[in-house]
C-alpha cells in the first residue's frame, strides 16, 4: 500500500484518495478545445442539460406511472396531470423536452456534415454519435407508446409492424416483439421496461464513449485547420493565451456554453409554458382503441422523414412489391448516415460553403429532407404520394451519389 | 511447456463451460420475450352469420385482430378462392388489417370498396387490392363452417380447400 501522509486539510484528504487535482486537470482545465469555433459547437453541451432534464423529469413521472394497458392512459392523463403536485410540469418537461433533444440532435448532426467534423480521425466521433441518435430514436417511440393513447397504439403497432418484411422470420418476429399477437399488455410492459431501463443504461454508456472518442482527434473548427493541440496547450498554459489557437474546457469554453444554453432554455421554458401543445397531439388523448385506427397517423415530426422515405413507395417496381421497396428504403436511411465518413471521398475538412460540389449536395440534402418532413404529415394521396415518392428516391439518389461528388471534387482541388 | 499446455487447457475448458452458460442465457432470454402459453392457446371465436345485412360491415373480433364478415348482396358475384358459402349467401370473410402496414381500411358501401386512410390503399370487396401500396390481399383467418356460424381459428375442410386453390394457382 502507498504511503499516505496526515493531511492537512479536507481537500488534501480527498486528493490523496481520489487525485482530485489531476482528474480536474485531464477533464476539464487542460482539456483543450479550438478557438476557432461559433455558438453551433455549444450543441454538445445543451444535449447534455437535455439528457439530464429528460432524465429528472422521467424519475418524477415513474412515481405515478402505471405500465398496464387497463391503467396508463389515466395514470397519465388524469393521476399525473390532475391530482399530482405540478405533475403537469413534469409531463410537459418531458413531452417537450423529447421534442425538443430531437431538434438539437439536428442541429448537432448537419453541423458535424457541414463542417466534415466526421473524417480524417473523427470516424469514431460521428459513429458513437449515430449510434446515440439510434438509441434516442429507439428511447423516444418507446416513451411515445407509454400514455397508450390513439396514436401511441397506433405507432406501435405500424412500426413493430415493419419487422414483418423481413424475410422468412418477419411473421414470427413480430408475434416475439409483441409477445402477443396484436399491441398489447405484454407489449406495454416490455417497452416501459426498455424506455425506464434498458435503453437509458445504454444511451448513459454511448454518451461516456461519445466524449471519449473527442480526446484523441480533438474537436474540429470553423476552418476544419489541423493543428497541434500539444504545442497549442503548452503556449496557452505559458501565457501566450492570445496566440494560442485552444482554450481550456473549463472554465473558458464552458462559460461561453453557458451562454448560449441561458438563451436555449428560455426557449425551451417557454415552449414548456406556453406552447406545450406541438408536443401533445390531440389524438393521443383518446384511449387506446386496437379496433379503431385514426383517419390518419403520422409519427412526430422528428421522425416524419424517414417515415415519407419509406411510404413513399406505393407501387410496384421489377416485380418488388411497393412495401418492399418502402421497407428496402427506409432501411437503407436509417443505416446509410453511420457509413457517411466512408462515402465522403474528398480529403478536404473545410465547411461545406468553401467546398466546390460538397455544397450542392449538403444543401440539396436539407432540402430534401425538409420535403420529406413536410410532406410525411400529409395524407399520402394525389400528387402528394408523388412528390413524396420524388422526394425518397431523392434522398437515395444523394447518397449513391456522394462518393461520386466527392471524387470528383478531391480531383478538381487537386488539379487547382 | 507442460505448464504451458496445462493452462491452455484450463483457459479452453473456462471459454467453453463460459460459451455454454452464454448460450443457454440467450435461449432463456429469448423465451421471456416468447407470448405466453396462455395468449397461444386463446382465442377461438363463433360468429353467427345467418343474420347479417347484405353490403353492411359486420366486423368481429380474433386474436386482437379485426375480422371483416362482409355478406354480398344478390348482385355481387362470389370470387372463387375467396368467397365463403355459408348456407345460401357468400361473404368474405377477412383480416381486417391492411396488408401494407396493418391499419383497418373502412368500408365504402356505394361504392363496395375497402379504402385504407393511412397510406390509400384500396380492396376491392372480396379484399383484392387494386390501389396503392399492399401488396397482397386482404388476409383469410382459418375457418371451420359450423351450419349458419363460423368457428374462426380452427381449420375446416372449406378452408383447407381455399387455400389449397390459392397455393396452388
Not at chain 1, 412500426?159 to 418476429?173: Q, R, S
Not at chain 1, 485547420?225 to 485552444?246: H, M, Q, W
Request: hydrophobic share 50%; proline share 5%; glycine share 10%.
Amino acid at each position: 500500500m502507498a504511503e499516505f501522509k496526515p493531511a492537512d486539510s479536507m481537500y488534501e484528504w480527498f486528493d490523496q484518495r481520489l487525485g482530485i487535482d489531476k482528474f480536474v486537470k485531464v477533464m476539464m482545465t487542460e482539456y483543450w478545445i479550438p478557438k476557432n469555433i461559433n455558438f453551433l459547437w455549444a450543441m454538445g453541451v445543451l444535449l447534455t442539460v437535455m439528457f439530464t432534464l429528460l432524465l429528472v423529469s422521467g424519475i418524477f413521472l415513474l412515481m405515478y406511472y402505471k405500465p398496464d394497458v387497463n391503467m396508463a392512459f389515466d395514470s397519465v392523463n388524469y393521476t399525473i396531470m390532475q391530482e399530482v403536485g405540478y405533475g403537469w410540469l413534469f409531463r410537459h418537461i418531458h413531452a417537450v423536452g423529447a421534442s425538443v433533444v430531437f431538434l438539437i440532435i439536428y442541429i448537432h448532426m448537419f453541423t458535424g456534415i457541414y463542417y466534415g467534423s466526421y473524417k480524417k480521425g473523427r470516424e469514431m466521433i460521428w459513429i458513437s454519435g449515430m449510434l446515440l441518435f439510434m438509441l434516442f430514436s429507439a428511447e423516444g417511440f418507446s416513451g411515445y407508446m407509454l400514455p397508450w393513447g390513439q396514436m401511441s397504439y397506433w405507432a406501435a403497432y405500424v412500426i413493430t409492424e415493419i419487422f414483418g418484411g423481413i424475410p422468412l422470420i418477419g411473421g414470427d418476429l413480430v408475434i416475439w416483439i409483441r409477445g402477443n399477437f396484436y399491441v398489447a399488455d405484454a407489449t406495454l410492459t416490455r417497452f416501459f421496461m426498455l424506455h425506464v431501463l434498458l435503453i437509458p443504461v445504454a444511451i448513459l454508456g454511448a454518451i461516456v464513449f461519445h466524449f471519449y472518442s473527442l480526446r484523441f482527434p480533438h474537436v474540429n473548427n470553423e476552418e476544419g485547420e489541423f493543428f497541434d493541440f500539444d504545442e497549442e496547450a503548452t503556449k496557452y498554459l505559458e501565457g501566450d493565451k492570445k496566440g494560442s489557437k485552444v482554450v481550456p474546457f473549463w472554465p473558458v469554453f464552458l462559460s461561453k456554453d453557458f451562454f448560449v444554453l441561458g438563451f436555449f432554455l428560455l426557449f425551451f421554458f417557454y415552449l414548456v409554458f406556453f406552447h406545450y401543445d406541438f408536443a401533445m397531439d390531440p389524438i393521443n388523448f383518446d384511449k387506446a382503441d386496437g379496433l379503431k385506427t385514426p383517419a390518419h397517423i403520422y409519427p412526430e415530426w422528428y421522425f416524419l422523414w424517414s417515415y415519407e422515405v419509406l411510404r413513399g413507395w406505393f407501387f410496384e417496381i421489377a416485380g418488388v412489391s411497393g412495401k418492399d421497396l418502402g421497407l428496402m428504403a427506409f432501411g437503407f436511411a436509417n443505416a446509410i448516415f453511420l457509413v457517411l465518413p466512408w462515402l465522403d471521398r474528398s480529403p478536404m475538412v473545410k465547411p461545406a460553403n468553401q467546398r466546390p460540389y460538397f455544397k450542392y449536395w449538403f444543401w440539396l440534402l436539407i432540402a430534401d429532407l425538409m420535403v420529406l418532413t413536410e410532406f410525411g404529415k400529409l395524407p399520402p394521396t394525389g400528387p402528394n404520394a408523388w412528390v413524396g415518392f420524388g422526394a425518397s428516391l431523392m434522398f437515395l439518389v444523394l447518397f449513391i451519389a456522394l462518393p461520386f461528388i466527392t471524387k470528383a471534387e478531391a480531383k478538381k482541388v487537386e488539379g487547382k | 511447456m507442460k505448464d504451458e499446455s496445462r493452462r491452455g487447457f484450463i483457459g479452453k475448458a473456462f471459454g467453453a463451460v463460459a460459451a455454454v452458460g452464454g448460450v443457454a442465457s440467450l435461449l432463456a432470454m429469448k423465451k421471456t420475450w416468447d407470448p405466453l402459453p396462455s395468449v397461444m392457446t386463446a382465442g377461438f371465436t363463433t360468429v353467427d352469420v345467418s343474420a347479417l345485412e347484405a353490403n353492411k360491415l359486420q366486423i368481429s373480433v380474433w386474436r386482437g385482430k379485426p375480422i371483416f364478415i362482409l355478406k354480398y348482396t344478390e348482385d355481387m358475384k362470389p370470387t372463387d378462392g375467396r368467397s365463403v358459402k355459408v348456407g345460401d349467401h357468400y361473404y368474405s370473410v377477412m383480416i381486417g388489417l391492411c396488408t401494407h402496414l396493418g391499419c383497418i381500411p373502412g368500408y365504402e358501401e356505394d361504392n363496395k370498396k375497402f379504402k385504407c386512410a393511412c397510406h390509400g390503399g384500396e380492396y376491392s370487396a372480396d379484399g383484392k387490392q387494386t390501389f396503392g401500396p399492399p401488396p397482397r390481399p386482404l388476409d383469410i383467418p382459418p375457418y371451420k363452417i359450423n351450419g349458419n356460424t363460423l368457428v374462426l381459428g380452427e381449420e375446416g375442410p372449406e378452408y383447407k380447400a381455399m387455400m389449397a386453390k390459392a397455393g396452388g394457382a
